[in-house]
């Protein structure tokens, strides 16, 4: 009898345990079909939230090899073959300051460049504290009224030139849903 008491204890002490253990944060995610010039799909796009900003994930593939510049933007719409549609960068403030390196900068939607192998493929997984999904902590919002797009350029983002880090053109979008 004493045995089958401590057995049951001992159940029900692991039972408190498992139900009062802190739960995980639960992230939300956006994302998107990365669009070439030509209209087609080139990839994915994944925006994780996080407590303190967002993990992008992006794998593509069919784009020119070499560094291209990244950018979130305003818009949710990627009307091939330029992307205007998308807006410029999200962004809380203005005047928009672009640039990593800049000391003074207020461009929310700057991103590290992206590496595009020799085989035209790529995969990266970073962290962005400048946005958020739904404006947290007085970071843009990229799930706002109009959404939100990530844009991938032909040339490397020098992380200084205003207003795109001498980017140049769109050559990929994508829409965050």
């Known amino acids: 009898m004493r045995a089958v008491f401590k057995n049951t204890l001992s159940l029900l002490s692991l039972a408190l345990a498992v139900t009062a253990a802190p739960h995980a944060y639960a992230a939300e995610t956006a994302s ?15 925006v994780t939230d996080a407590p303190k900003g967002v993990l992008l994930r992006v794998v593509a593939e069919g784009l020119a090899p070499g560094w291209h510049g990244m950018h979130f933007h305003e818009k949710g719409s990627c009307t091939p073959p330029k992307f205007t549609s998308a807006g410029g960068h999200v962004h809380a403030v203005t005047p928009v300051v672009h640039g990593l390196l800049t000391p003074n900068a207020t461009d929310a939607g700057d991103l590290p460049n992206l590496y595009v192998a020799k085989d035209g493929t790529a995969t990266v997984e970073l962290y962005s504290t400048l946005v958020s999904l739904h404006g947290a902590d007085g970071r843009p919002a990229l799930k706002d009224a109009d959404g939100s797009a990530l844009i991938v350029h032909t040339s490397p983002d020098d992380y200084t030139t205003q207003p795109i ?11 965050l849903n």
């Open 32 to 46: 998107g079909t990365l669009l070439g010039t030509d209209g087609k799909p080139h990839g994915t796009v994944t």
């Open 165 to 175: 880090g001498g980017a140049g053109a769109r050559v990929a979008c994508a829409v």
